[in-house]
């Protein structure tokens, strides 16, 4: 059974910054690409942010490009989410989710990833 845990979330004020971890156990891990999604009470799970295995081809919802960067480091099995300037409105459960797409594919569609983890709490307080 592949597992993804993500590591790395907790409370945080307005304007700091957290470092997410998406931690796989699949060899495979470093030819599927990984999105981050979140989700906060009541509300849809969105996209946050894609990396591709080829290229590390990168996609970022508007509201967190210049502030949000995705990596990964493929001979740790790992996906991180460096998350800058944060606001209230990020908080929410981060998840991560991988896919085999294609080389450069970077999905923001929920519905094509197969594999998720259970998440980790983002909350932006003062």
């Known amino acids: 059974q592949v597992l993804l845990v993500e590591s790395g979330g907790g409370l945080v004020q307005p304007g700091g910054s957290l470092r997410l971890s998406c931690r796989s156990s699949a060899r495979s891990f470093s030819r599927n690409t990984v999105g981050w999604f979140r989700q906060a009470p009541g509300k849809e799970r969105e996209f946050v942010a894609a990396i591709s295995w080829v290229g590390n081809n990168t996609r970022y919802r508007d509201s967190v490009k210049g502030r949000f960067t995705i990596s990964r480091d493929n001979e740790e099995n790992t996906v991180y989410l460096q998350m800058n300037s944060l606001q209230p409105e990020d908080t929410a459960l981060y998840l991560c989710?991988?896919?085999?797409?294609?080389?450069?594919?970077?999905?923001?569609?929920?519905?094509?990833?197969?594999?998720w983890g259970q998440g980790t709490q983002v909350t932006v307080s003062a």
């Open positions: 989710a991988s896919r085999s797409g294609g080389y450069y594919d970077t999905s923001y569609d929920k519905r094509l990833y197969r594999t």
